[in-house]
């Protein structure tokens, strides 16, 4: 019995797609990706800034000005109210008091996370694994579970509404992060570097100090910038531990400044702006030194 096929319908060979049309198209969907990526960083710029731009025309507009229009942008330059917030304010003495704050506090957390870092990273010893897990528990545990004890404990040392006191509250909330972020940095060390010191006689101290400190000055300093603008910022610890007000700095003053049944803007804008200016300045000064660290720190992970 003979079969028969079927021949099949032979199509045409289509013409290849031009290499220029394909290029074309995937630099239109490269275009297309970074016209949104733009438009999402513009959307988050002018979300970011219009705040600060506003506290800023407050600050410099006069009561007559603020109590016209107070949303609106300044069309005079005065310092009026930032001269009331310094002087009547007592805005001065609240700087002072921030700075007694932040510094000690940012340099006891870069002193203690360094040398803790370094010897989690660096040193064997038994429980080393288990002791730094301990410590990275801190960035688990919120403060609110742990503050009213702990401001009694404060209270029986004798050390409630006194600057060490509070300088200590910071720096014990600081040191989880301070630690865990310099570990990372001492571990992607090459070990070759401390043994070539150990082989010229130099000490444990020596090696720290002088061999690898040097190496991990980026990630100190990125370290630094972000605990200096936490403890700067931190309202919680001055306003629980420092009651009295003798030590009040800029963040617990702002809130005080709107205590009463009426609020005047113009000074409150001018202590705000007093209170966020050391940041700005501080992050613009140091922003290469921050994304230097943060990128070495990406690199080595």
Known sequence: MATTTQALPVLPDLPPEPRGATVHRVSGRRRAGLALRHLLLIVMSVTTVIPVLLVVSTALKTDAEVKVDPFGLFTSFSMESIVRAWTEGQFSDYLLNSVLLAVPSTVLIIVVSTMAGYTFARLPFPGRTLLFYVVVLGLLVPFFTYMIPLYFQLRSMGLLDTLPGAVLV?????????????????????????????????????????????????GIGSLAVFTFISTWNNFLVPLLYLPGGGYRPLTTALYAFTGGRSIDIAPLAAGTLITILPIIVLFVVLQKQVTAGFISGAVKG
């Open 170 to 218: 910071l720096t014990s909330t600081g040191t989880s992060f301070g630690t865990f972020f310099m570990r990372a940095f001492f571990s992607d060390l090459p070990e070759e570097l401390e043994q070539a010191a150990r082989i010229d006689g130099c000490s444990e101290w020596r090696i720290f100090t002088s061999v690898m400190l040097p190496l991990v000055s980026s």
